[in-house]
């Protein structure tokens, strides 16, 4: 079955560099989140998109900002990196109706140095 | 204040039963209780789903006791590959459908 899909699976990026992390999800799932996890931590909500709208915002700095396209695809654009901003992103989709469950990408690996 | 609360830590042997047992007092009614296991450097993976009573699927059993406060999630016949980092979520309801992740319980599985 297909899965969620995201790339790069590793990036690494300088202090101040801009990075854009893209997340494909499963076909007919309408709706995309994002979540941050830093070394250690447990996974932190980001933001969410449904239908290519915003749908629910969490801890998402001001300095990074997403979008879901035409095809349900989705980009999360990360700009003044900060070394706090290593972290795994992951995605994940669902379809909203009837509360189906969220299925999780492989992450992307972010490591700003 | 937190929405789920799970033991740290939990130790099992190969070809045991884990019950991983997560209170969620102030669950609203229309919320429903999920599970996820996560693996070193791994996306989170959907275990199971429940509302109330008892759910079984190929992978868990989830009980749910009738007024909802608490859930456990059973693994039966555990092995050293279910060694794992488990999250008790709970959310759906109220158009609420991002996830909530508090800390989760590492289960350790030892030969």
């Known amino acids: 079955a297909a899965g969620v899909i995201q790339s790069p699976r590793h990036l690494i990026k300088e202090k101040r560099e801009t990075a854009t992390l893209k997340c494909y999800p499963i076909?007919?799932?309408?709706?995309v989140y994002w979540y941050q996890q830093g070394p250690g931590q447990d996974p932190q909500f980001l933001i969410s998109f449904y239908e290519k709208m915003q749908s629910d915002k969490g801890s998402i700095p001001d300095r990074f900002s997403a979008q879901q396209f035409s095809d349900y695809h989705s980009e999360l654009n990360m700009s003044s990196l900060e070394l706090g901003d290593s972290a795994l992103y992951f995605c994940?989709?669902?379809?909203?109706?009837?509360?189906?469950?969220?299925?999780f990408g492989p992450g992307t690996r972010l490591l700003v140095l | 204040l937190a929405k789920t609360t799970q033991p740290i830590s939990m130790d099992s042997y190969e070809g045991q039963e884990v019950n991983i047992t997560c209170s969620h007092n102030n669950i609203a009614t229309n919320d429903y209780i999920t599970w996820y296991q996560q693996f070193p450097s791994q996306g989170p993976r959907f275990i199971i789903q429940g509302y109330k009573t008892k759910v079984t699927n190929e992978v868990a059993s989830l009980f749910i006791p009738a007024d909802r406060k608490s859930s456990t999630l059973s693994l039966p016949r555990v092995s050293l590959s279910d060694t794992a980092v488990y999250y008790c979520?709970?959310?759906?309801?109220?158009?609420?459908?991002?996830?909530?992740f508090g800390a989760g319980t590492t289960v350790t599985v030892r030969a």
């Open positions: 994940a989709s669902s379809r909203r109706a009837n509360q189906e469950t969220q299925y």
């Open positions: 076909p007919r799932h309408d709706t």
């Open positions: 979520l709970v959310g759906g309801g109220r158009n609420d459908y991002k996830l909530s």
